[in-house]
């Protein structure tokens, strides 16, 4: 028989795991994982700065005045400007984007990109997993979700560090005119939901283990008497 608490353990750890999983939606449908800038050769002009995500980039023109001896870059990509965005050429035929046209920058790209959906899956398979062990107190189905919610963690942190090789490889690259990057929002909401996902994954799978016997006599005590 399950401790009376276990339940309360077992809705907590869900509720925690349920932001994770509300963050890699996050950062999977937004375009905020790295922001780039070029050089700025002469101010009072406009410049060309970029930020992407697994699927879209989106350009945007910046007025640029007189900045400080440290700030070479177009930036920040908050102040206002012209915005153009669209999906990558290997994912929408027909778009282009001339940032990732390299070979190498491609395969980056959809690499990330597909482990993401990865993750994604594992995360929703958990979540049903999650929602029939409650409804018909099957909780031998918690095990499953717990395994595919640490997964999920696991696909989503391997994405980022291959977006994060794909950025460094991109600004040492000389057929870029990019020379300064930053990692956005959306990239901290994978970092976050791989702490969470794989963190309370592995709690839900403790707390959905059998409560071992604290005494040697335990389990006989527990014991159905024979018919």
């Known amino acids: ?7 309360l353990k077992i809705r907590l750890t869900f509720s925690v795991i349920l932001v994770g999983v509300s963050l890699l939606f996050a950062a999977v449908v ?28 989106c350009t945007k023109r910046i007025y640029m005045q007189e900045q ?11 102040l206002p400007g012209e915005s153009d965005c669209s999906y990558f050429k290997h994912f929408t035929p027909g ?20 482990i993401a959906i990865f993750s994604v899956g594992f995360a ?3 979540t049903i997993c999650v929602l029939f062990s409650f ?11 717990s395994m595919f919610y640490t997964f999920a963690g696991l696909c989503i942190i391997i994405s980022v560090e291959v977006m994060r090789q794909s950025v460094k490889r991109m600004i040492d690259s000389e ?6 990057y930053s990692y956005s929002w959306s990239f901290a909401c994978a970092c976050a939901a791989f702490v969470l996902l794989f963190i309370f994954g592995i709690i839900l799978l ?22």
């Open 30 to 57: 937004t375009d905020h994982w790295a922001v780039l800038s070029p050089k700025v050769e002469q101010y009072n002009a406009t410049c060309e700065a970029a930020h992407f995500g697994l699927w879209r980039l």
């Open 68 to 78: 400080g001896a440290k700030e070479k870059g177009c930036g920040p990509i908050s």
């Open 95 to 114: 778009e282009s984007s001339e940032i990732f046209e390299v070979t190498t920058q491609k395969e980056y790209s959809i690499s990330a990109a597909a």
């Open 206 to 227: 403790l707390i959905a283990l059998p409560r071992f016997p604290q005494n040697p006599w335990e389990t006989c005590m527990d014991a159905e008497p024979e018919n």
């Open 135 to 145: 409804r018909k107190k099957r909780d031998y189905l918690l095990k499953p979700a």
């Open 175 to 180: 057929e870029t005119v990019w020379i300064e």
């Open 124 to 126: 929703i398979i958990g």
């Open 1 to 7: 028989m399950s401790p009376p608490h276990k339940p």
